[in-house]
């Protein structure tokens, strides 16, 4: 056997997302990057860069994540989302100062006013309260060259905002066959 010598490294995606509570999965893009280093023994991240965008290890099956739009009904766990942090519900996060509402009491982290001086930010409160049971990153272990996980573990990118780019970055480390 080779000497084995330390490695890491980076990949960033970019994700266009089309939906509400959409469930992405990223495990191919993660096998074929661990694939391409290499590496025999170590961990890969999957790491979102947003808040209101999470990583998450679950089973990708339709009835616990969708696509909604194709089953005609709601899946169990957007259903289990809406029912922790609704998106109608009030979030002071959501009142935002602008011309509009002068006397909103969000005035940090605004996007810049328009002419008018109108304020077009995401009614995104419930999003970032389903955030806080999921993750931003998550770490797998890589054993033999291949991921390890259970038989049904998927590492999934979950939208919980609206349709819009996201920013995934996947970090691989460990050791690899000096060549």
């Not at 490294?9 to 509400?20: C, F, G, Q, S, V």
């Not at 006397?103 to 999003?127: F, Q, Y």
């Not at 389903?130 to 291949?146: F, G, K, Y």
Request: net charge neutral; with cysteine; glycine share 4%.
């Amino acid at each position: 056997m080779k000497n084995l010598v330390p490695f890491a490294a980076i990949k960033h995606l970019t994700i266009k997302t089309k939906h509400r509570q959409e469930f992405i999965n990223l495990t191919p893009a993660v096998e074929s990057f661990i694939k391409k280093t290499r590496v025999r023994t170590g961990t890969v991240t999957v790491q979102s860069h947003h808040t209101t965008a999470s990583i998450w290890v679950n089973e990708d099956e339709k009835n616990l994540i969708g696509p909604k739009e194709k089953l005609g009904y709601i899946h169990d766990l957007s259903r289990v989302l809406d029912e922790f942090a609704h998106p109608d519900a009030k979030y002071h996060h959501n009142d935002v100062r602008d011309s509009r509402n002068p006397d909103g009491k969000r005035d940090t982290h605004l996007c810049t006013p328009d002419s008018c001086g109108v304020v077009h930010e995401c009614i995104n409160g419930h999003a970032h309260a389903q955030a806080m049971v999921l993750h931003c990153a998550e770490t797998l272990i890589i054993e033999n060259s291949q991921l390890v996980k259970g038989p049904w573990q998927q590492i999934m990118l979950v939208e919980l905002d609206h349709d819009r780019e996201r920013k995934i970055t996947i970090l691989v480390q460990g050791v690899k066959e000096n060549p």
